[in-house]
């Protein structure tokens, strides 16, 4: 069924940048609010980035101006551009979907989903 599938992270220098997708599968009939989270080892699960259905985007005070949430819903597909990489944004990265979708039995079911997460590593 639905699925969200997250790719793009890696090492990279300080200054340095990185995109980050997250494609969601299954047989979706509405993606709403597009959320990309971030856990940092021993620290708790925050709120980087989020884009509604209609394009508004919200940032966490520490990423705005340097990250970039956008989705292409052609592709149900969120992206996260991190530019300005600083060493403190070395996390596993989240993304996480409100999704409307269909069973085969044709019924609709409206779930929240995360993704795998993926690792962005920042160090010279």
Same mark, same amino acid.
């Given at each position: 069924?639905?699925? *969200? #599938?997250?790719?793009? /992270?890696?090492? #990279?220098? !300080?200054?340095?940048? =990185?995109? =980050?997708?997250?494609?969601?599968? /299954?047989?979706?009939?509405?993606?709403?609010?597009?959320?990309?989270?971030?856990?940092? !080892? /021993?620290?708790? @699960?925050?709120? #980087?980035?989020?884009?509604?259905?209609?394009?508004? $985007?919200?940032?966490?005070?520490?990423?705005?101006? @340097?990250?970039?949430?956008? @989705?292409?819903?052609?592709?149900?597909? #969120?992206? *996260?551009? *991190?530019?300005?990489?600083?060493?403190?944004?070395?996390?596993?990265?989240?993304?996480?979907?409100?999704?409307?979708?269909?069973?085969? $039995? =044709?019924?609709?079911?409206? @779930?929240?989903?995360? /993704?795998?997460? $993926?690792?962005?590593?920042?160090?010279?």
């Amino acid at each position: 069924q639905v699925q *969200l #599938v997250e790719s793009g /992270g890696g090492l #990279v220098q !300080p200054g340095g940048s =990185l995109r =980050l997708s997250c494609a969601a599968s /299954g047989n979706i009939i509405s993606i709403y609010s597009m959320t990309w989270y971030r856990q940092a !080892p /021993g620290k708790q @699960r925050e709120l #980087v980035a989020a884009v509604t259905s209609g394009g508004s $985007t919200s940032y966490a005070d520490s990423v705005k101006g @340097r990250f970039t949430i956008s @989705r292409d819903n052609a592709k149900n597909t #969120v992206y *996260l551009q *991190l530019n300005s990489l600083k060493s403190e944004d070395t996390a596993v990265y989240y993304c996480n979907a409100d999704i409307l979708s269909r069973e085969r $039995t =044709l019924a609709f079911i409206q @779930r929240n989903y995360w /993704g795998q997460g $993926t690792q962005v590593t920042v160090s010279s």
